[in-house]
């Protein structure tokens, strides 16, 4: 059911208290908590002055320690509520760098760690919610700070899974569009070399291929690559 029609106006503006009570961490019962996440997740898809209200009641700090939890049904609905909540301009900043920092915080680190998680709903839910986050230079620049990016990269731009694969796809090309150095950074790695063995795949349906396209056309745009007949070639940055 739709939850605008469900909670309609102020209504779903009440539920949210309600619902974020019952994933307390000091809530026992584990089912309550998993229908309190996942009615939030509902919520957090009506409206910004819903996403707003659950923000105001303190809803992601409890939202993000349920992410944290063993429990993988629990991990699975708090990063699905999360990447709802991303929408919002004021859950973003709470993944922003400290001023003047280009080290991602700890909360961008879960998000990004679940990119890759075994489990499919929570990486789903990861990589949509990072897709959000990316259109953020600062996080952008963040991103090439964690250790693992690459391998995750990689990795998840390997599955066939059409969800999987497009959303990590709109990832890499807000971040090459995003500077030029993080641009350098990406067009410098085996990320680089899997999309162009993407480009030429012939069971890639044609919105990742312009996704594709429009990372090559924002490499141009930088000066990272230059079209040779052929191919791509890599421009290495001066020193």
Sequence with gaps: ?????????????????????????????????????????????????????????????????????????????????ICN?????????????????????????????FCGDED????I?????MAYLSTDIRICKC??????????????MCIEDPGIRHRMLVIIQNMIASDKV?????IGTEIFECLLALQQMSDVGKPMLDIISNCMAAAKHWGVIQKNPGDMAYIAPAK
């Design 1 to 81: 059911m739709n939850p605008a029609l469900a909670f309609s106006g102020q209504k779903s503006l009440e539920a949210c208290r309600a619902c974020i009570s019952l994933i307390e961490s000091t809530n026992p019962n584990t089912f309550l908590v998993y229908d309190g996440l996942m009615a939030l997740t509902n919520l957090a898809s009506v409206s910004e002055s819903v996403r707003e209200r659950i923000v105001r009641e303190g809803g992601c700090h409890h939202i993000e320690f349920q992410q944290l939890e063993d429990n993988e049904a629990l991990r699975r609905a708090a990063t699905q509520a």
């Design 85 to 113: 909540l991303t929408l919002s301009e004021k859950v973003k900043e709470r993944y922003l760098p400290e001023k003047d920092c280009t080290a991602p915080n700890d909360r961008l680190k879960v998000i990004f760690v």
């Design 182 to 186: 993080v641009a350098e950074f990406i």
């Design 125 to 129: 839910a990861a990589l949509g919610a």
């Design 143 to 156: 991103l090439t700070e964690i250790g693992s990016f690459v391998e995750v990269i990689k990795e998840t």
């Design 120 to 123: 499919y709903h929570t990486r």
